[in-house]
C-alpha cells in the first residue's frame, strides 16, 4: 500500500472517538439518545421548491452535463436576490459562479490562491473546513480567536503585521458557527480597510443571513463599500430553505476571484445537477413565508432552550441568528468530559467546542435542528441530572 499522502496526514485528528463509542454503547444498551449536535435543518424542503424540482426532472436538457459555473438562470437569481435583499449590484455573468453547496467552495478557495507554506487567516472557533481546504492546500492556518469578550468577533489589530503581509486569504463568517454571534457593517468596513492594507482575499461565509430572530436582518459582507474590490462571499440555499441534501450554493463578489475559483472547478467537478439549480431559483425567486415559518420555529425553540438554560443556571442572552446556542461548560469540565456526563447520564449528545478549534475549549455547542418536543424532552433530561450548575 502506498503512503497516504502528506496534506491529508496533515489534517487535524478526529476528536471525537470516545464520544462516538459512547453514543454508540448507549444505543446499543436501548438508551433513547437525542442529539443537539447536528446542525442540520429538520423540517422538508418547502412544498414549491420540491414540486419545481419534480417538473424539471422531466426535461431532457437538465439530463446533460450542467455548465461548471452554473446556469444562467441560477446566477441572474443569485445577483437578483442580492439586488433585493441586500442592495447589492452583481454582474450574473462575472460576479458569481455555483457550487456544490458552499462546503465545496470553501474547500476550494485555498488552491486557487494558497501556494505551500503561505498564511490563511482562519476564525477559532469556527467551521472547520476553513482550516482543513487551507491544510490540503498546503497551507498554514493562522487562527483568529474568537472570544466572548470581543463579541466573538476577531480582533484584527492583534494580527501582527508581518503575519498579515503574508496571509493570502481571510476566512470569516456571521452570523457565526459555532458561536452565534452576529458582526455588523461598521465591523465589516474595517475589515475592508485592513484586507485593502495588506492584500488579503476576504472569503465571507453567509451561510446564515436569513436565519435570524426578533426582526433582525443580518448585513451581506458586500454590503460595505469596497468589499467587491477586496472579497468575496459564499452563500447557500442549504440553511434558508431545508435543502442540505441538495448541494447548491455560491461564491459571488470580486469577478477574478469568481472566474479563478470557476477555473479550478473546471477541472475538478462538472457543475450542479440543473434541476437542483432549479430548485435553488424557486427557493431564491419565490414566495418567502417559507422563512418567515422556519424562523419561527426556530425563536420557539430558542425561547425554549434559552428558559431551561437560565432556569439551570446558565446566564446568556438569546442568539439573534443562526439555530445554535454556544454556551460555556459548568465548573469542573472539560468541553470533552462534559459532552461525555451529557451522554452517560442523559443520553442527550452536544458538540464539544474543540470541535471548531482549540478555543473552543470550556464551550459546548447545541443546535435547535430537531422536533421541539425532543428539544424539550432533551432539556427536562439535562434538568434532572445536572439541577443547578455553576461556573
Ligand atoms: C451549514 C454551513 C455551510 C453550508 O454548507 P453547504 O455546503 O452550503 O450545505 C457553510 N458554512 C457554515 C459555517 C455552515 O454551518
Redesign the pocket.
Known amino acids: 500500500m502506498p503512503e497516504v499522502a502528506q496534506r491529508v496526514k496533515n489534517l487535524p485528528p478526529y476528536l471525537f472517538a470516545r464520544i462516538e463509542r459512547l453514543i454508540e454503547q448507549k444505543k446499543a444498551a436501548g438508551v433513547d439518545v437525542i442529539s443537539l449536535g447536528i446542525?442540520d435543518p429538520d423540517r422538508p424542503t418547502p412544498e414549491h421548491i420540491v414540486a419545481e424540482a419534480g417538473r424539471q426532472l422531466y426535461n431532457p436538457a437538465h439530463h446533460q452535463y450542467p455548465s461548471s459555473v452554473g446556469m444562467a438562470a441560477f446566477r441572474k437569481a443569485v445577483a437578483d436576490w442580492y439586488a433585493r435583499r441586500f442592495g447589492v449590484v452583481l454582474d450574473p455573468g462575472s460576479e458569481v459562479v455555483s457550487?456544490?453547496?458552499?462546503?465545496?467552495g470553501?474547500a476550494h478557495i485555498a488552491w486557487c490562491y494558497v501556494n505551500p507554506g503561505d498564511t490563511v487567516l482562519v476564525p477559532d472557533p469556527?467551521?472547520p473546513?476553513y482550516a482543513g481546504g487551507t491544510i490540503l492546500a498546503g497551507g498554514e492556518p493562522y487562527l483568529m480567536p474568537l472570544l466572548p469578550e470581543n463579541g466573538f468577533l476577531p480582533r484584527l489589530e492583534d494580527i501582527p503585521t508581518e503575519v498579515a503581509r503574508r496571509a493570502k486569504l481571510m476566512f470569516l463568517?456571521y452570523p457565526?458557527?459555532p458561536t452565534a454571534a452576529v458582526a455588523e457593517r461598521d465591523f465589516f468596513a474595517t475589515v475592508v480597510a485592513f484586507a485593502r492594507e495588506f492584500d488579503i482575499i476576504v472569503c465571507h461565509?453567509a451561510?446564515?443571513t436569513e436565519i435570524a430572530y426578533d426582526g433582525y436582518r443580518p448585513p451581506s459582507f458586500l454590503e460595505v463599500p469596497g468589499a467587491k474590490e477586496v472579497g468575496i462571499e459564499?452563500g447557500?440555499?442549504?440553511?434558508p430553505y431545508n435543502m442540505?441534501g441538495w448541494?447548491?450554493?455560491w461564491a459571488a463578489g470580486k469577478a477574478d476571484v469568481v472566474e479563478v475559483l470557476g477555473r479550478l472547478k473546471s477541472n475538478i467537478d462538472s457543475g450542479v445537477f440543473q434541476v437542483v439549480q432549479c430548485a435553488a431559483i424557486a427557493g431564491l425567486s419565490g414566495p418567502q413565508d417559507c422563512l418567515a415559518e422556519v424562523n419561527a420555529l426556530y425563536k420557539k425553540r430558542r425561547d425554549i432552550a434559552v428558559a431551561a438554560l437560565r432556569e439551570m443556571g446558565w446566564v446568556l442572552n438569546p442568539p439573534r441568528a443562526t439555530f445554535y446556542l454556544w454556551l460555556p461548560v459548568p465548573r469542573g469540565y472539560t468541553a470533552e468530559s462534559f459532552a461525555e456526563h451529557l451522554i452517560e447520564g442523559a443520553g442527550v449528545v452536544v458538540t464539544p467546542g474543540t470541535g471548531y478549534g482549540k478555543y473552543g475549549a470550556g464551550y459546548f455547542r447545541i443546535s435547535l435542528t430537531l422536533p421541539t418536543e425532543r428539544l424539550q424532552e432533551a432539556f427536562g433530561r439535562m434538568k434532572q441530572l445536572l439541577g443547578r450548575v455553576t461556573f
Do not use: H, M, P
Open positions: 446542525g457550487l456544490i453547496g458552499s462546503k465545496e470553501i469556527g467551521y473546513v463568517n457565526n458557527n461565509d451561510a446564515y459564499f447557500s440555499v442549504s440553511k442540505t448541494r447548491c450554493g
